[in-house]
Structures are given as C-alpha cells and as structure tokens.
C-alpha cells in the first residue's frame, strides 16, 4: 500500500542519521516500487580522493537489479534534491519520479564550500528539462525540509 510522500521522506531522514552515524555524509535515499513498496534503501557512502560517487542514491544498485521498463513505474525518494551527477544516473537508470525533501540550494547553505561536498546551485529539474523524456519531481516538502536540514548540523563545519 503507498504512503504518503512524507512518510518514505522521514524515512530518509533516518536513513540519512544512519549514514552520519557510520562516519559518512547524512544523506538517505530509497527506491518504491508502483505499489509503494520499499525495494531498497541507501545511505551516503564515504566519498574519497579515489571515490567521488558515493552519494546515496540507489541508482547503480536499481539499474542492475531491475528492468528500466520497471523503474519507470518506481519512485526515487531522497532527504536532498538530486545533484547533477545522480539526475544524470537518474535519467539514464529510467527511474520515472523523484521526491525530495529540501533543494539543493537549501543544502548548499549548509555546505558551504566543504571540498567533500562541492554542491551545484542546479535544480534536477533543470537537468531533467534537457533530456527527452519526462521524469516527474515532486518537492521540496517544508513539511520535512527542516528534519532534512538538521541532520546536517555541525557536520560541514
């Protein structure tokens, strides 16, 4: 049965505490099935000098457990907007709808300028606009948007 966005959002949220709590950057992210079943759930990877994909969009694990006919029909939620680069596996994995829970301008007030995380003043939505098929986005959601931020605090600094 499907949740309400919000719902799958604070999930992300605790997923996105996890991640922070291994050591890594608090993101969270998890793919839903058309039926509002959770598939899979990531957090944040350590990015490194040698690794600069780890961020916690399940898109790589999507792509080679499913069909891209089937993850058109799925949603990707996450605590933070897509940046350019996770937009881009987005599209091209063939995931139908993101749902996020603060902007990507929100988060990079709360990076700064962290070489870990040198975040993009890019909406997805703009990324998405230059492609040729048409991913829905739904968000940011104020509703959690706040929960979102707060999971950063202190981490950037």
């Given amino acids: 049965m499907y949740q309400s966005h919000e719902f799958y959002l604070r999930r992300c949220i605790e997923i996105s505490k996890d991640s922070r709590a291994h050591g890594n950057a608090p993101f969270g992210a998890l793919l839903v099935d058309k039926d509002g079943n959770i598939l899979m759930e990531q957090e944040n990877i350590e990015i490194t000098e040698k690794v600069c994909t780890g961020h916690a969009v399940s898109t790589p694990r999507a792509s080679h457990e499913y069909s891209k006919a089937f993850l058109w029909d799925?949603?990707?939620?996450?605590?933070?907007?897509?940046?350019?680069?996770?937009?881009?596996?987005?599209?091209?994995?063939?995931?139908?709808?993101?749902?996020?829970?603060?902007?990507?301008?929100?988060?990079?007030?709360?990076t700064g300028s962290n070489e870990q995380n040198p975040t993009f003043d890019l909406p997805c939505r703009n990324v998405f606009a230059c492609g040729q098929k048409e991913i829905e986005v739904v968000g940011p959601f104020s509703e959690v948007e706040v929960e979102a931020a707060a999971v950063h605090e202190g981490y950037w600094d």
């Fill in 74 to 110: 799925c949603t990707l939620y996450t605590t933070a907007e897509s940046c350019a680069m996770c937009a881009g596996a987005i599209y091209l994995a063939n995931i139908g709808r993101v749902v996020y829970g603060m902007t990507e301008r929100r988060l990079l007030e709360l």
